[in-house]
């Protein structure tokens, strides 16, 4: 006996009706976006050259600094013990405005995005490849912007900038980012 | 007026299947509403930092924030020979077809029968109608179920909206279905929101005479995302050996839209369409009754058709979610040797979930109906000429983590239940060692079936005519030799063992190795019947038939590798090489006639090596080498080619490239078709300009 097509239909969808009701609601998925760029992070501290003097010897470790609050959660401690090219990494958080010069990457959380203007201003001579997922990010004058698209992450690398910070941002890494030209320095919005 | 017999064969499909999946749909019916939700999502997941933190930087641009149902997974993971194309690699390439983009996969043969004409199989056993491979293009599957095959010249979209191409060589029964024997090649278009904004392109050369396309994206609200794009191409005629221009240009006119929606709650739904229409010609040999027995026409005709899409998904935590996806095709041919029209409905339901901490299961069901009518012709016809038919599937998949971060297994089974062969089971087990986090080891062991097609059960194609009147037939009637269906005809089946390993021994280097020895068992054979006059009162010829059955069984075993090295920023080279070497062992009655089987028509060996350089002042310099080893029971040469690409960007915006294919001689030959003999011909040497503008 042969199931007819519009039985079927009708089953498949009343019982896709009652799974959907009896599963938990899921929260947005945090954890994975912020995993993902935990992972951005690590990466960028690979394909990016910073000056001699950011680094005062062989033994400094890369100062990865969350500015704001932390969204990471657990998923930075992945970074913990990885070494790039030699050099530990080792991670600052809430990090102050005065500590900022020891800081070779600074990730902006997006609670900072009030004072977007005044920290980029801070963080210009320090030598820091300045990170957010803050909207817009590269274009106010940050480097690397992580733009969230709801499949994926992209780059946004605002190349004048790192001139600017006197980071060298690698081809490699520039080819898979949108580039953007342009320096507000700050003072604008 | 033509008579059409309707005959439903649903009554053919097993009792028993149909009941066992009933009663399997039945159970999961009532675990699912009666227990508590299974996905414990756990919001914090240091395994998946981890995860992320081992993948290279290109890697992580395509992984998926919301994972889809099939699971966006790091390459380096998956238990199985996989090869992605990248958008990238097909624009570097300088490929104008899904075909020609499939020659850089390791494992992959792809021949050119004419200008039109590809045969693409992995693993061995090739043809025009090569029937051992799944297709997909966003998840709606472009199998035929006439031959069991793919009508590569039907299958296009706009290459620039090409996300990614994952071809996965090796039996991918548990979750794409039957017929993914040696492989599956999955195509992946970008979202809507991925291709905003508009894009135009145009250009010719010598065998691409002219081409063009548009596409245009737009928003439309804060969360749908729309695009549309036209594409036309017109194609040169190719070359006979003599030198002498074929028959066999075409040109397709093409359009097709997409939109995807992101709701607010997890949910998100995408509809697209494609619809195509265009004019094909080539040369056919036909037997025929009367001296000489054989008459060559050239003609054109008409190919067409269009699909719609539906897909809708919902997130229901951070690990599990599903998937329900409805699309309808049509194709049709007209008139070639036989009218042809297809339709297709498909639907599809997939589930993902965790149970505990250390299993992932996903699991599916499947109905798809088919429906046929065929316009016979003289030399091919099928009895009935038109038939519908349907086939329900279910799939379950575990991935067991058996220990973190080091050993994972996964099992998984399809179950499939169809109008030729009633019910199919296709396990498969898959394990995956990780010692360290720059090598990976994996293995697995599949069962896998390719089911009849209406070409194995129903045809009846004049092969051969033999005159009378000379040794091999004395008597005064021609003998008119005729490939007959069985309806008997059984699934072919594979037994496949492979294994592979994965390392990467420096951020700018990567390898890929895989193995595999691959087990088939009632391979298609033909055999001769009695012969008999026909018509019977008043014969004009005698018939000599050959029937098909499942005698052969064969052994196949070869070597895949892929190699990935960038010795700086701005140079990066791609290598590919196969071995392959088939083993055919043929039951006793059985005949391996040439026109009708080609199993031993593989290459042993094929290089691919692609370097692409970035230059200053915003240039491109690409290079293709390609060597495919000689197929000596088919009488083609082994050949080495060259592509060149030279690219330039004036603006960021405009892209001006020349293409420079098959550079090396001035045409070789890659294949000599079988069944319907298309007579073969030459590819060229050819040259295009083209120019792409982004706005």
Redesign the interface.
């Known amino acids: 006996?042969?199931?007819k097509?519009c039985r079927?239909?009708l089953?498949?969808l009343v019982?896709?009706i009652?799974?959907?009701g009896?599963?938990?609601?899921?929260?947005?998925?945090?954890?994975?976006?912020y995993?993902?760029k935990?992972?951005?992070l690590?990466?960028f501290a690979?394909?990016v050259e910073w000056p001699k003097e950011a680094f005062p010897d062989e033994s400094t470790p890369i100062a990865i600094c969350i500015v704001g609050d932390d969204p990471f959660?657990?998923?930075?401690?992945?970074?913990k013990g990885?070494a790039v090219r030699g050099r530990k990494t080792v991670i600052k958080r809430g990090v102050k405005p005065d500590e900022l010069t020891t800081c070779h990457i600074c990730f902006v959380s997006r609670s900072e995005e009030e004072n977007l203007a005044e920290s980029l201003a801070e963080l210009r001579d320090c030598h820091a490849l300045t990170v957010s997922d803050v909207e817009g990010f590269a274009q106010r004058g940050g480097v690397i912007g992580l733009v969230?698209?709801?499949?994926?992450?992209?780059?946004e690398i605002n190349v004048d900038a790192a001139e600017r910070a006197g980071v060298t941002v690698?081809?490699?890494?520039l080819?898979?980012a949108k580039?953007i030209r342009g320096d507000t320095g700050g003072r604008e919005n | 007026m033509i008579h059409r017999s309707h005959i439903r064969f649903?009554?053919q499909?097993s009792?028993i299947g149909?009941g066992i999946w009933?009663v399997a749909?039945g159970i999961?019916?009532l675990l699912?509403?009666i227990?508590?939700?299974w996905?414990q999502?756990s919001?914090?997941?240091?395994g998946?930092?981890?995860e992320?933190?081992e993948?290279s930087?290109?890697d992580?641009?395509?992984?998926?924030?919301?994972?889809v149902a099939k699971k966006a997974q790091s390459l380096s993971e998956a238990a199985a020979a996989i090869f992605v194309i990248t958008q990238e690699d097909i624009r570097r390439s300088g490929v104008t077809s899904i075909a020609e983009a499939l020659r850089m996969v390791p494992g992959l043969q792809v021949a050119r029968i004419d200008a039109n004409k590809w045969t693409i199989t992995s693993r061995g056993f090739s043809g025009r109608f090569s029937n051992k491979l799944l297709v997909l293009i966003d998840g709606r599957s472009v199998y035929t179920p006439i031959f069991s095959g793919v009508f590569w010249d039907a299958q296009d979209t706009l290459l620039e909206d090409i996300e990614r191409i994952e071809v996965i060589r090796g039996p991918g029964a548990t979750l794409w279905g039957a017929n993914a024997v040696n492989g599956v090649i999955n195509i992946i278009t970008k979202?809507a929101?991925?291709t905003q904004g508009g894009l135009m392109y145009g250009g010719a050369g010598t065998e691409e005479r002219g081409f063009g396309g548009v596409r245009y994206g737009t928003k439309l609200g804060d969360h749908t995302y729309w695009r549309i794009y036209t594409k036309y191409f017109n194609r040169d005629d190719a070359v006979y050996a003599s030198g002498d221009d074929a028959a066999d240009g075409w040109d397709v006119l093409r359009g097709g839209f997409r939109m995807d929606w992101?709701g607010s709650?997890?949910d998100?739904l995408t509809l697209s369409g494609d619809i195509y229409d265009g004019e094909i010609g080539e040369r056919i040999t036909t037997p025929s009754l009367a001296f000489p027995y054989s008459s060559t026409t050239d003609q054109e005709y008409n190919q067409g058709g269009g699909n719609l899409l539906g897909r809708w998904e919902?997130?229901?935590?951070?690990t599990?979610d599903?998937a329900?996806q409805l699309y309808y095709d049509r194709y049709d041919i007209d008139p070639s040797i036989i009218g042809l029209t297809v339709d297709t409905?498909d639907?599809d339901?997939q589930?993902r979930?965790s149970l505990g901490d250390r299993q992932e299961i996903i699991w599916g069901?499947g109905?798809r109906?088919m429906s046929d009518d065929i316009d016979n012709g003289a030399t091919v016809s099928f009895m009935p000429d038109s038939r519908d038919y349907?086939i329900?599937s279910a799939f379950v998949q575990d991935e067991i983590v058996v220990v973190e971060d080091l050993l994972k297994l996964v099992l998984g089974s399809k179950f499939e239940d169809n109008d030729y062969t009633g019910f199919e089971v296709q396990p498969n087990a898959r394990l995956t060692w990780m010692p360290h986090e720059q090598h990976s080891v994996w293995a697995a062991v599949s069962r896998a079936v390719r089911t009849p097609s209406r070409a194995e059960d129903d045809v009846r194609i004049g092969l051969a005519v033999i005159p009378p009147g000379i040794p091999q037939n004395p008597g005064p009637l021609p003998v008119e030799l005729t490939a007959v269906g069985d309806r008997d005809f059984d699934s072919e089946e594979l037994l496949a063992y492979e294994i592979g390993y994965r390392v990467r021994p420096m951020?700018e280097l990567s390898l890929d190795v895989t193995a595999f020895f691959n087990d088939y068992d009632s391979l298609r054979t033909g055999k001769f019947g009695m012969p008999f006059p026909d018509p019977p009162l008043s014969p004009t010829r005698m018939v000599l038939p050959f029937t098909q059955d499942n005698e052969d069984e064969a052994e196949t075993y070869g070597v895949e590798l892929a190699a990935d090295w960038?010795p700086s920023?701005?140079w990066r080279f791609q290598g590919a090489y196969s071995y392959l070497n088939i083993v055919l062992e043929q039951g006793d009655d059985s005949v391996e006639l040439s026109s009708t089987s080609r199993r031993s028509a593989s290459p042993h060996h094929q290089v691919s090596l692609r370097s692409a350089m970035?230059l200053p002042g915003g240039l491109e310099l690409d290079l293709w080498f390609r060597y495919v080893d000689d197929l000596p029971s088919l009488d083609v040469d082994d050949y080495i080619t060259l592509d060149t690409r030279l690219g330039w960007h004036p603006r960021?915006d405009l892209e001006i490239s020349v293409v420079g294919q098959n550079l090396l001689d001035n045409q070789h030959p890659e294949y000599q078709p079988e069944f319907l003999d298309t007579a073969p011909t030459e590819v060229e040497h050819s040259i295009y300009a083209k120019i792409t503008w982004q706005f």
């Open positions: 006996m042969m199931m097509p079927l239909v089953i498949i019982w896709s009652i799974c959907v009896q599963m938990a609601r899921g929260e947005p998925p945090v954890s994975r976006e995993a993902l935990a992972a951005f690590y990466n690979k394909f959660g657990i998923a930075l401690e992945a970074v990885r969230t698209v709801e499949d994926g992450i992209h780059l690698s081809s490699r890494l080819k898979l580039i | 649903g009554q499909g009792f149909r009933c749909m999961w019916l699912t509403a227990s508590p939700s996905s999502a919001q914090d997941d240091p998946l930092s981890e992320f933190m993948m930087i290109e992580l641009m395509t992984v998926k924030i919301t994972s979202t929101k991925d992101q709650g997890g998100s919902r997130k229901i935590s951070e599990s599903m329900l409905v639907m339901f589930h979930f069901l109905y109906y349907d329900f951020d960038r920023d701005w970035d960021k």
